[in-house]
């Protein structure tokens, strides 16, 4: 359950904490005080955009805060495990948002987090609908997925999307190969042979690129590269003084030495390691030196060579390997397209092996579906009868369609509110207050399904009063014995089948507008239910009226 909600700066709101309790919880108050404030504070917790415009006037940022006390974490700790975060502590669940006129912060239990993450944990703690969203009962999208909760079928769903996503994946690829006309597939086949062959001509490889670039460094700078080389060689073997011949006279000292003293041996053989290392060094030089290529012709060939990779390079990759490797996936494509018919008819075989594992899902889907209809159909019918509709009669059609995402199937509500009236498309009912109990009889019957803790209607009664207005409560009420609702309305009846009441009001001080919220007890819940029979200047009639519906 949403145990506390505080707002801070969030337009008519200056600093309020709200908590709330199990059951049906009512927010009431005059149009234009800041009850769907909260509704919309709580959008934001659950993901929703926000901009700089939220913020009160003269502040520079704006926070909303929620605490939820989970039962059943097991939902959002998974969605926490995926992103790495630890599960929750005593099923205690924190989310933070504050916004700035620059940036925005969000963080669950501490941790910062995105506003995708927001959205996917809304998913499961919260249920929201607004006044609007009735409309969306209308939408023959939104009936299909009402009908697939009831029934609890997402295994079936899920086995036909997986089969679906690979036909459609199919299509797309016949779709390619269709879309080219001749002349305009002849020129890519030429654009791409066109690369393709001058990269293979080029006969590329990073290795020798290495090379090229290292031997055009040293012929560059050969004639330097030669007179340093013979200038070592002369210092350690041919020069007057020359190292060699140093370590010679210490070799031929060292030799009488170790006649004299034994453990000059070890001086003498580090010294002709010595000797031997020069030797080794100076036939390494002049080779090295003797074999460069200093030539006008090499050089030539050199530049030629290092101009082929700078170029390629710069047309087809950053790397000599990126420029390889798109020319493997160029020649993939010049096959496909010189065997574009051959590959077309592979996929239409291809394609009609995976319709067929389509249309078997499908059908299992739609039995499965045809099997919850009838149920969903006396379920909603129940419900109706208890908000108003006596006579009234809510079916579900299901008809055959071509494969689509969702099935092989096209749903339609029904709906005859009244006896002796013909069924017709729900889309087809004029009046937005029996629209509003049909989505209210929808979600009756869905709440006994799913596992969302929390339900928010935000004026859900609107457009009926009397008593339908009692008989919506007593509904509400009703599903608030498994869920925690949060309800915003402006119908004493249903305020009066509250467990929790809070009040909204606005006030004007010092030139600034606040909103605050109240809880009501015992004493002060009767007078507001008094202001919304009679408006402000309540009666004892009217007072003793709301007495009575509170059952006080």
């Given at each position: 359950?949403?145990?506390?909600?505080?707002?801070?700066?969030?337009?008519?709101?200056?600093?309020?904490?709200?908590?709330?309790?199990?059951?049906?919880?009512?927010?009431?108050?005059?149009?234009?005080?800041?009850?769907?404030?909260?509704?919309?504070?709580?959008?934001?917790?659950?993901?929703?955009?926000?901009?700089?415009?939220?913020?009160?006037?003269?502040?520079?940022?704006?926070?909303?805060?929620?605490?939820?006390?989970?039962?059943?974490?097991?939902?959002?700790?998974?969605?926490?495990?995926?992103?790495?975060?630890?599960?929750?502590?005593?099923?205690?669940?924190?989310?933070?948002?504050?916004?700035?006129?620059?940036?925005?912060?969000?963080?669950?239990?501490?941790?910062?987090?995105?506003?995708?993450?927001?959205?996917?944990?809304?998913?499961?703690?919260?249920?929201?609908?607004?006044?609007?969203?009735?409309?969306?009962?209308?939408?023959?999208?939104?009936?299909?997925?009402?009908?697939?909760?009831?029934?609890?079928?997402?295994?079936?769903?899920?086995?036909?999307?997986?089969?679906?996503?690979?036909?459609?994946?199919?299509?797309?690829?016949?779709?390619?190969?269709?879309?080219?006309?001749?002349?305009?597939?002849?020129?890519?086949?030429?654009?791409?042979?066109?690369?393709?062959?001058?990269?293979?001509?080029?006969?590329?490889?990073?290795?020798?690129?290495?090379?090229?670039?290292?031997?055009?460094?040293?012929?560059?700078?050969?004639?330097?590269?030669?007179?340093?080389?013979?200038?070592?060689?002369?210092?350690?073997?041919?020069?007057?003084?020359?190292?060699?011949?140093?370590?010679?006279?210490?070799?031929?000292?060292?030799?009488?030495?170790?006649?004299?003293?034994?453990?000059?041996?070890?001086?003498?053989?580090?010294?002709?390691?010595?000797?031997?290392?020069?030797?080794?060094?100076?036939?390494?030089?002049?080779?090295?030196?003797?074999?460069?290529?200093?030539?006008?012709?090499?050089?030539?060939?050199?530049?030629?060579?290092?101009?082929?990779?700078?170029?390629?390079?710069?047309?087809?990759?950053?790397?000599?390997?990126?420029?390889?490797?798109?020319?493997?996936?160029?020649?993939?494509?010049?096959?496909?397209?010189?065997?574009?018919?051959?590959?077309?008819?592979?996929?239409?075989?291809?394609?009609?092996?995976?319709?067929?594992?389509?249309?078997?899902?499908?059908?299992?889907?739609?039995?499965?579906?045809?099997?919850?209809?009838d149920h969903l159909s006396e379920s909603i019918t129940r419900e109706l009868v208890d908000i108003g509709f006596e006579h009234g009669f809510f079916d579900v059609q299901i008809n055959p369609c071509e494969p689509g995402p969702s099935g092989m199937d096209a749903i339609e509500f029904g709906f005859a509110p009244n006896a002796g009236e013909d069924m017709r498309p729900l889309r087809m009912i004029a009046s937005?207050?029996?629209?509003?109990?049909?989505?209210?009889?929808?979600?009756?019957?869905?709440?006994?399904?799913?596992?969302?803790?929390?339900?928010?209607?935000?004026?859900?009664?609107?457009?009926?009063?009397g008593e339908i207005g009692g008989a919506v409560g007593r509904k509400l009420a009703q599903v608030a014995k498994s869920h925690q609702l949060l309800c915003i309305t402006h119908l004493p009846q249903v305020a009066a089948c509250g467990t929790t009441h809070l009040a909204v009001s606005k006030k004007v001080e010092d030139g600034r507008t606040y909103t605050e919220v109240e809880l009501l007890d015992r004493e002060?819940?009767?007078?507001?239910?008094?202001?919304?029979?009679?408006?402000?200047?309540?009666?004892?009639?009217?007072?003793?009226?709301?007495?009575?519906?509170?059952?006080?």
């Amino acid at each position: 359950m949403l145990r506390t909600l505080k707002i801070k700066n969030l337009a008519l709101v200056d600093d309020v904490q709200v908590g709330f309790n199990e059951g049906l919880n009512v927010i009431t108050g005059e149009t234009g005080a800041g009850k769907s404030l909260m509704i919309g504070a709580l959008r934001l917790l659950l993901g929703e955009r926000a901009d700089k415009s939220m913020i009160r006037t003269g502040e520079t940022s704006c926070s909303v805060h929620a605490e939820f006390g989970l039962s059943d974490t097991a939902q959002v700790d998974a969605i926490l495990a995926d992103i790495g975060l630890e599960p929750c502590e005593g099923g205690l669940l924190i989310i933070r948002r504050v916004i700035t006129e620059s940036a925005n912060k969000t963080t669950v239990n501490d941790e910062s987090v995105t506003l995708t993450v927001l959205r996917r944990l809304g998913k499961v703690l919260v249920d929201m609908h607004g006044p609007y969203d009735h409309q969306s009962l209308l939408d023959p999208g939104v009936q299909l997925d009402i009908l697939d909760a009831f029934g609890q079928l997402d295994d079936a769903k899920a086995a036909y999307a997986a089969i679906y996503q690979e036909f459609r994946a199919i299509q797309k690829q016949i779709d390619a190969l269709n879309s080219d006309n001749e002349e305009d597939l002849q020129r890519q086949i030429e654009f791409l042979d066109y690369r393709v062959n001058e990269i293979d001509s080029a006969n590329l490889s990073a290795e020798e690129e290495e090379q090229v670039v290292e031997e055009h460094g040293i012929i560059a700078n050969s004639q330097q590269v030669i007179e340093l080389a013979n200038g070592v060689v002369v210092a350690l073997t041919e020069g007057e003084g020359c190292a060699f011949d140093g370590l010679a006279s210490a070799q031929q000292a060292l030799n009488r030495l170790v006649r004299l003293m034994p453990e000059a041996q070890e001086w003498h053989d580090e010294i002709e390691n010595a000797v031997t290392s020069v030797q080794e060094v100076v036939r390494s030089i002049e080779r090295s030196a003797a074999g460069i290529d200093g030539s006008a012709e090499r050089m030539q060939w050199l530049d030629d060579r290092l101009s082929t990779y700078q170029t390629l390079k710069r047309k087809y990759g950053a790397s000599v390997e990126e420029v390889l490797a798109n020319c493997e996936t160029w020649k993939q494509q010049l096959q496909d397209l010189r065997g574009r018919d051959r590959r077309r008819d592979e996929l239409k075989a291809e394609q009609a092996i995976v319709l067929r594992s389509l249309q078997k899902a499908g059908k299992t889907l739609r039995s499965r579906r045809e099997n919850v209809a009838d149920h969903l159909s006396e379920s909603i019918t129940r419900e109706l009868v208890d908000i108003g509709f006596e006579h009234g009669f809510f079916d579900v059609q299901i008809n055959p369609c071509e494969p689509g995402p969702s099935g092989m199937d096209a749903i339609e509500f029904g709906f005859a509110p009244n006896a002796g009236e013909d069924m017709r498309p729900l889309r087809m009912i004029a009046s937005s207050g029996e629209i509003s109990r049909v989505m209210l009889a929808t979600k009756a019957v869905l709440a006994k399904q799913d596992q969302i803790p929390v339900l928010v209607f935000d004026e859900i009664d609107a457009n009926i009063g009397g008593e339908i207005g009692g008989a919506v409560g007593r509904k509400l009420a009703q599903v608030a014995k498994s869920h925690q609702l949060l309800c915003i309305t402006h119908l004493p009846q249903v305020a009066a089948c509250g467990t929790t009441h809070l009040a909204v009001s606005k006030k004007v001080e010092d030139g600034r507008t606040y909103t605050e919220v109240e809880l009501l007890d015992r004493e002060s819940r009767p007078e507001e239910i008094a202001r919304m029979l009679g408006g402000r200047d309540s009666t004892n009639v009217t007072l003793q009226h709301a007495k009575e519906m509170l059952g006080l």
